[in-house]
């Protein structure tokens, strides 16, 4: 016989929701406090969404006689959201240490790049490796960025930069998404940059004459499901001009923009992408104060990458300017070979001590605002009744030690669970 629910999560010592109105986003005044209950219980049922949250005592009553699948006793421990990171590229071959120490002496990030290394040196890795190689590899990353809390990743393609080898990537991440318990979001990202032997105008050509119309033929049958488009628009990459081209055919195909804008130089991204109604724009380190302008009037996440300034020893992005100006600023840990990264508490340390983020905003741009960045707010990113029962535990008195105690979410995570389901046990 069907048990009646699924999970019960008794006398937590704070239930953090971050909302609590149904909120898709939250920005300006909103983030200074988030919503959380004291002694509390949660409920998630056996269709993996959540059915009840509030005082202990009255989801005692509510629910007494009710049987459930497993109860977990949260007496003085945190429940929150499970994170959600907003920015990754973590299917790959060809890993890159060698070149940390190449950066830790002076070279920069086009220095390496012009030097064969870089982007370069992971495509050649990742066009030789095997599509079981690339799934094996990927799912051991996954499984330590859910080790750290996160239950909802961004998965970019773009280290094979041929039509044969994205479409390799973008089916693992497909594999993923069916095998694991882990909720993903998958971005084409073949403009990650301009391959050996052809201009960026060839390259665009390319992307939109043969692999935009193979994505949208292999999404219609069913064999991938991809949700975002992504160009990496830099100098000496792809300029602002073919981008736009690019981006407007994976909007034509019904994919959200979600690019990397304004990195390395300023190159007006934030302000095109507040023009083409883009979901979000990722680094933003070389914002203009038009583009911040416009990307809070356009309701277009900025996806902040606090470990990228921190390795590339770059500027860090403007995150106050931002959050006064009332943009939905959201983090990604840009997990890829260059910015090795898996953990989202990490990240929202880095934030609050490198871009001056107070802890709540932190954590909404982990939770909320990360979920709002890939267009799944409405199921994903806080506990509110009808949203899909994600969620973390942390052995601790107040949830604030997740960022506080700086490389300490291996001891203070007890539990994973996604969908309801504990996929994670410390």
């Not at 909007?251 to 934030?270: R, S, V, Y």
């Not at 995150?319 to 910015?339: C, H, Q, T, W, Y």
Request: charged share 20%; hydrophobic share 40%.
């Amino acid at each position: 016989m069907a048990t009646g629910h699924r999970l019960l999560l008794e006398n937590a010592r704070q239930v953090v929701l971050v909302c609590a109105q149904g909120e898709r986003f939250l920005a300006g005044p909103a983030l200074r406090s988030l919503a959380v209950l004291e002694g509390a219980s949660l409920v998630v049922g056996t269709d993996g969404f959540i059915k009840a949250i509030g005082p202990a005592d009255v989801i005692q009553r509510q629910f007494s006689g009710e049987t459930f699948e497993e109860r977990i006793d949260c007496s003085g421990k945190c429940v929150l959201p499970g994170l959600v990171d907003a920015h990754t590229h973590p299917v790959w071959a060809g890993e890159r240490v060698h070149e940390f120490a190449m950066k830790l002496a002076g070279a920069t990030y086009m220095d390496i790049h012009q030097a064969g290394g870089g982007i370069n040196f992971t495509v050649e890795h990742t066009r030789q490796a095997s599509e079981e190689e690339l799934f094996r590899s990927f799912q051991q990353r996954l499984q330590c960025m859910m080790r750290a809390g996160t239950t909802l990743v961004e998965c970019k393609s773009g280290y094979g930069l041929n039509l044969e080898t994205e479409l390799k990537m973008l089916r693992v991440i497909e594999c993923a998404r069916r095998e694991l318990n882990l909720s993903l979001s998958a971005t084409y990202c073949g403009a990650h940059s301009v391959p050996k032997g052809k201009t960026a105008m060839e390259a665009a050509d390319d992307i939109i004459s043969n692999h935009l119309p193979k994505l949208k033929e292999l999404c219609k049958t069913g064999e991938l499901h991809v949700d975002n488009i992504d160009v990496f628009c830099e100098k000496g990459v792809f300029d602002l001009g073919t981008t736009r081209r690019i981006l407007e055919g994976g909007k034509k195909m019904g994919l959200q923009i979600n690019f990397h804008g304004d990195e390395l130089h300023p190159m007006k991204a934030a302000e095109l992408g507040a023009e083409l109604g883009a979901q979000a724009i990722s680094h933003l380190e070389e914002v203009s104060d038009e583009g911040i302008t416009a990307m809070a009037a356009a309701r277009c996440s900025a996806v902040l990458l606090p470990t990228t300034a921190y390795m590339l020893r770059l500027k860090q992005p403007r995150a106050r300017k931002m959050l006064d100006e009332g943009v939905i600023v959201a983090l990604g840990s840009d997990f890829n070979p260059n910015a090795y990264c898996f953990s989202m508490p990490m990240v929202m340390h880095l934030a609050c001590v490198n871009m001056r983020m107070s802890m709540p905003e932190a954590l909404a741009a982990a939770t909320i605002n990360a979920a709002y960045a890939l267009g799944k707010s409405h199921t994903h990113g806080s506990l509110e009744v009808g949203k899909q029962g994600d969620l973390i535990i942390i052995n601790a008195s107040r949830w604030e030690h997740l960022i506080y105690q700086f490389g300490g979410h291996h001891d203070l995570i007890d539990y994973v669970i996604a969908k309801g389901k504990v996929i994670y046990k410390k």
